[in-house]
């Protein structure tokens, strides 16, 4: 899974591992990780799911 912040910042948490995610950032996710997200601010993001 790969995550694209167009705007705002959002906080990911990923298997316990906590990272922010702004935009010019992108974060990668293995298939089946426990996470979570929650918005800083007024934010629009983008999941793109990839099939392996």
Do not use: C, Y
Request: aromatic share 4%.
């Amino acid at each position: 899974m790969l995550i694209i912040v167009n705007s705002g910042r959002v906080e990911f948490t990923v298997e316990g591992a906590i990272a922010e995610v702004s935009p010019g950032v992108m974060m990668r996710m293995a298939p089946k990780e426990k996470h979570s997200q929650r918005a800083l601010e007024d934010s629009d993001f983008l999941v793109i799911q990839i099939k392996q």
